[in-house]
């Protein structure tokens, strides 16, 4: 009888994932089969295509000028992501190692700041960006997703320091390292699952931002794969093949990046609640 409960239990729960996992499948189903369909197909979009059309994706690429909005995108992406992780590791090991009131109240106002919502700072952040002509730069929008991105990096990596024990950095000094070299040589190699963890979190926010890039980015030669596809939309008409196929486009180097680190991701993630 438990048998059969046991059994029964699994039933459900794999039926439950296969239906959760079709679910979140739809809008990538629709998705292409609008990418592959010409604009004059009105048939329904749950409808596979009867032909396979190529011109939606010749249009994103030359008109979104999609090429130059991906390489603006990984330029800004890999650049944020450098300085999220080595600033957020950084930041993270003496409010991990050395328990303080001072580091705590540090980390609390760490995560008081993960709470506020970034567009409630526009306005300032704007006025500043402008004075200091950050405006449709590299380094004013990278800076600017950097800033809101490492809160979560240093929540991250500073839990997941606390399950590293001690021992290892105590023989390090005893054999002459300093806490910088420890730190280098012994710490960070050990944070590969939650830097895979950071990497995918704020990569993907950062590749897939709009909020700010709308703003600090409005030069032609500086937009990203967002403001690319946004551009199939207007007032007056509206592209959904063009801009379907644009986005099929710009989430490929997304599910790459997660298909190399997934399995670090998932060990970063579960790490955190292990002691």
């Not at 239906?19 to 749950?46: E, M, N, Q």
């Amino acid at each position: 009888m438990n048998f059969i409960k046991h059994n029964l239990k699994k039933l459900i729960f794999g039926a439950f994932v296969i239906i959760l996992g079709c679910i979140h499948l739809i809008p990538i189903y629709i998705t292409t089969t609008v990418a592959f369909k010409k604009k004059t197909d009105l048939s329904s979009r749950w409808l596979l295509p009867r032909e396979l059309h190529f011109d939606n994706f010749i249009h994103a690429f030359e008109k979104a000028e999609l090429f130059l909005a991906m390489k603006n995108s990984f330029i800004i992406t890999a650049c944020s992501i450098f300085l999220i992780t080595t600033l957020g590791a950084l930041a993270a090991y003496p409010l991990a190692r050395h328990k303080s009131v001072t580091n705590k109240v540090i980390l609390n106002l760490i995560l008081a700041v993960m709470m506020v919502p970034p567009l409630s700072i526009l306005v300032p952040l704007l006025t500043t960006l402008t004075r200091i002509h950050g405006i449709n730069t590299y380094w004013g929008i990278i800076l600017t997703l950097t800033t809101f991105n490492l809160p979560l990096s240093i929540f991250l990596y500073s839990n997941f320091i606390h399950t590293i024990p001690k021992e290892l950095e105590e023989a390090a000094m005893i054999d002459g390292c300093s806490k910088f070299k420890t730190f280098r040589a012994v710490i960070f190699p050990l944070l590969k699952p939650i830097t895979a963890t950071v990497v995918i979190l704020t990569g993907v926010g950062i590749w897939n931002d709009y909020q700010f890039s709308v703003y600090l980015l409005q030069s032609q030669k500086m937009k990203v794969v967002t403001l690319a596809i946004s551009s199939f939309f207007s007032t007056s008409s509206s592209n959904l093949g063009a801009a379907a196929a644009g986005a099929i486009i710009a989430v490929l180097p997304v599910i790459v990046l997660y298909i190399f680190l997934q399995r670090y991701f998932i060990a970063g993630m579960t790490s955190g609640s292990i002691k």
